[in-house]
């Protein structure tokens, strides 16, 4: 029988623990595997969003422990994910991100020699354990005649970042230092063969995101389709096909009954983490949640599975401010819903909620 569409949100809200109580924010990023992380604050919500309960703070802890670390993994895109994970990526990804960065390397004067000489630098600025903000680093460099401005220092970071030499470790008063990896994380187990690699990041995307297709795993990782399809062989009966070209793990959860509505994010891996985003976010509402096609992506208000506005905060001393604007008019039990979905989302930040809702987005 094919899978509905509503069940297929149904599942997937299940496999993204979206809403679940319980459970710490090493376990919601190791369930995930990976998630998306350009901006940290968001990206520490999506955490919370994960495991009721835990506080910003407590995902900031991680942070600060190493349990946790920020990097590059995969499609030049940061994400949050345990360290020796980020390594697991890295020995299928790196390769084929450093060669799409190629022409715009040598565009800025970057080549072999001057990531040597970036990376002496870093290893002598971050060694024994010490972490530096971005400013910090690209002042090293800057002072030994390294240029960081016009995109040339966040290439060499994310040079850099490809070779598992950095990554951004504790948090700061503004964002987050970048530490050696290797230090600041010691691996925990060597790095696996390429089957067992391939297999374990299939596994880890169906495990936080199933069901979903090859499709959808291939433009998560960016990895070849025949790539993803060997993975799918190595991981062999522990994943199932349900029709329609639909994988999901076997042994993964039941659709529990949830909360009907849920405050996500931007750049949630509920909606990122799929290249058919059709179901849950319908095409005619994708420009209020990416403005302008710019590539920002606004948090988003779910109700039973479908994106169906956008929200913000403001954060004050007494208080934070939800405001919630729908795509459209919305009855007032789902109302109900969207404004209850606000609560964890002052819990996580230790503030009472004021909740406002805006009219429809026109």
Request: charged share 25%; proline share 6%.
């Amino acid at each position: 029988m094919a899978t509905t569409p509503a069940q297929l949100r149904a599942m997937r809200l299940a496999a993204q623990r979206i809403g679940a109580p319980g459970g710490t924010p090493v376990d919601v990023v190791a369930h995930m595997h990976a998630m998306q992380g350009q901006d940290l604050g968001q990206s520490l919500w999506a955490v919370g969003a994960r495991a009721l309960g835990v506080t910003r703070a407590d995902v900031r802890a991680a942070f600060d422990r190493g349990d946790l670390v920020r990097s590059w993994p995969m499609r030049g895109t940061l994400h949050v994910l345990q360290a020796d994970t980020l390594r697991t990526l890295l020995s299928l990804t790196a390769e084929r991100t450093l060669r799409g960065l190629a022409r715009r390397a040598r565009e800025l004067g970057i080549d072999d020699a001057l990531v040597a000489r970036a990376r002496d630098l870093t290893v002598e600025a971050l060694h024994g354990g010490a972490s530096r903000d971005r400013d910090g680093v690209f002042a090293c460099w800057r002072a030994a005649g390294i240029d960081p401005t016009g995109g040339r220092g966040y290439h060499l970071l994310l040079h850099l970042s490809q070779q598992g030499l950095v990554a951004w470790g504790p948090t700061g008063r503004v964002g987050q230092e970048l530490v050696l990896l290797d230090e600041w994380a010691p691996p925990a187990e060597p790095v696996p063969d390429h089957d067992e690699a391939l297999r374990r990041t299939l596994v880890g995307y169906l495990r936080g995101r199933g069901p979903a297709t090859e499709a959808d795993a291939a433009h998560w990782t960016k990895l070849p389709l025949g790539e993803v399809r060997r993975a799918r062989a190595v991981a062999g009966d522990a994943v199932e096909e349900l029709g329609d070209g639909l994988l999901a793990l076997a042994d993964r959860p039941e659709p529990r009954r949830s909360s009907a509505a849920h405050l996500l994010p931007g750049f949630d891996e509920y909606l990122l983490g799929y290249a058919d985003r059709t179901g849950h976010l319908a095409a005619e509402h994708a420009d209020r949640v990416v403005p302008g096609g710019n590539g920002m992506f606004l948090a988003m208000v779910v109700h039973r599975g479908q994106v169906v506005g956008t929200w913000r905060t403001t954060e004050r001393t007494r208080d934070v401010r939800v405001t919630i604007t729908p795509f459209r008019a919305m009855s007032d039990a789902a109302l109900r819903a969207v404004e209850a979905a606000a609560l964890p989302v002052g819990r996580f930040l230790g503030l009472p909620v004021v909740t406002t809702v805006a009219p429809p987005a026109t």
